[in-house]
């Protein structure tokens, strides 16, 4: 992943890596606050020699307590001196309890200890290091001392212990920094990987690379349950409105190598908005004064006639079965002069047998006579035949993908699914773009062709078997 992925990424799940520092600097300020607080004493000891007063005595005195520094800060918390705090205080600590409490340093190049007390009260935590120091004072003399004669050496307390003001720790701005580095880390981690492994399709990027057809609109489409589904109509000085419009000129760029006289509008999965698409295009394209009828052919879940405001039957199974002429069959929504309707009409269980007859192919072509473009609203490509049965008869085939449902694999499979029975896939429409005013986007320059505006189809090609059938 490059930086502009990286940067997608974190903008795509910024709610996570919220999430995840919020969650982490509140954890961390619990730890810190519920922690018990140490307070910290230092009192600090010189150790000196009891030589003449000659310089070279002086001098010697000096070496022999650098040299025996270092063996004293040893025995700081040793145990006879620890016992005799503990018995001096009356401490209930036990020997190691209290040892882990008391540390000792010496400054490099000098003869001086610095005994330091941890505990959680201010008060005893002085107390502790003053007695440690006067204990270890007698505790030297004792041992250095041989029967009979003066101790070499004198420990001497040159800075009695203060009482602490203020906690060493918990540090509760560092905990609250750590926690949210710690909550950042994790975000931008657990983003990565969500992203990783999360294969639905985010935006025009995802679905081009994916799909490797380009992407020719990509609407901010409301839901059908929002009563508003034709937007065209309903907002037509909106966004989305002019994404349709777009649309419609994209269409006749993609469309560079063939006569583009019929169109079937599918989608890998359901839910994605195809049907609503499928309503939009018709009515944009009837606004521009051509002639256009849009057909139900999802013959399984039919939603078009009810999208529009009309009746599901008669329609097209009616006039497959020979219950009524083509004519009768087709609707006139008032709104649009040059759209006519041909709902899907009363269900029938045999819908891929209804869709791959001769007379279908020969309703198609009286439509295609009849009209300057057919609109197909084919069922879900991996979820019946029907979008594969009705590719191949039509000039193309609009992919419509809902942003943050399609996953990349189902969209792939689709694709390849219609290339494979030699359907022409014109491009993808990009539904429920999260941008709201997608970016205006040119297509390659590979697909040129005449603007749509010049299109005047009248045939479609309808490949035939020997039986007649498709």
Not at 268 to 275: D, I, L, M, N
Not at 289 to 318: F, I, K, Q, W
Not at 331 to 355: H, N
Not at 361 to 372: I, K, R
Request: aromatic content about 4%; proline content about 7%.
């Amino acid at each position: 992943m490059d930086l502009r992925q990286y940067a997608r990424v974190l903008r795509r799940q910024w709610v996570i890596i919220a999430l995840s520092v919020i969650v982490c600097t509140v954890l961390a300020g619990v730890l810190a606050w519920e922690r018990t607080p140490t307070y910290s004493a230092q009192s600090q000891l010189f150790v000196s020699t009891r030589v003449p007063a000659g310089l070279s005595e002086i001098y010697a005195g000096s070496l022999f307590a650098e040299q025996r520094i270092g063996s004293y800060a040893e025995i700081v918390s040793s145990r006879p001196v620890v016992s005799a705090v503990i018995k001096q205080l009356n401490l209930p600590d036990t020997v190691a309890g209290l040892q882990r409490e008391i540390h000792a340093s010496v400054p490099p190049g000098t003869v001086l200890i610095n005994v330091t007390v941890e505990d959680s009260s201010p008060l005893r935590a002085k107390a502790i290091a003053d007695e440690v120091a006067e204990q270890f004072s007698s505790f030297v003399t004792s041992l250095e001392t041989a029967p009979g004669e003066k101790p070499p050496v004198k420990v001497s307390i040159t800075a009695p212990a203060q009482v602490p003001t203020s906690p060493v720790s918990p540090k509760k701005r560092l905990y609250l920094l750590l926690g949210v580095l710690l909550g950042l880390l994790l975000g931008v981690g657990g983003a990565v990987l969500r992203e990783a492994f999360d294969r639905r399709i985010r935006g025009e990027d995802d679905a081009e690379a994916v799909a490797h057809v380009p992407v020719l609109a990509s609407v901010a489409e409301r839901p059908t349950r929002a009563r508003k589904p034709l937007i065209v109509l309903d907002e037509p000085h909106s966004a989305r409105a002019e994404e349709y419009r777009r649309l419609r000129t994209n269409l006749g760029l993609a469309g560079s190598s063939r006569s583009v006289s019929s169109l079937v509008v599918s989608s890998a999965v359901g839910s994605e908005g195809a049907t609503a698409v499928a309503a939009n295009l018709a009515v944009v394209c009837a606004q521009s004064g051509y002639r256009v009828v849009a057909v139900d052919a999802n013959l399984r879940r039919p939603g078009l006639a009810e999208l529009m405001d009309l009746p599901t039957a008669p329609g097209l199974t009616s006039v497959l079965r020979g219950d009524l002429p083509l004519e009768e069959a087709l609707q006139r929504p008032g709104s649009v002069q040059a759209l006519a309707i041909l709902a899907s009409g009363p269900p029938q269980p045999e819908a891929s047998d209804l869709l791959s007859s001769a007379r279908f192919v020969a309703v198609l072509e009286d439509l295609a006579a009849q009209f300057d473009l057919v609109i197909l609203d084919a069922p879900e490509v991996l979820c019946a035949s029907d979008a594969a049965i009705l590719g191949p008869m039509a000039s193309g085939v609009v992919l419509v993908t809902r942003t943050g449902l399609t996953r990349a694999d189902d969209l792939e499979t689709a694709v390849r699914f219609l290339h494979r029975v030699d359907a022409h896939v014109l491009g993808l429409v990009v539904n429920r773009s999260r941008r709201g005013v997608t970016r205006r986007r040119s297509l390659p320059r590979r697909l040129t062709g005449p603007a749509w505006e010049d299109l005047r189809p009248r045939e479609v090609t309808v490949p035939r078997s020997g039986d007649g059938e498709v």
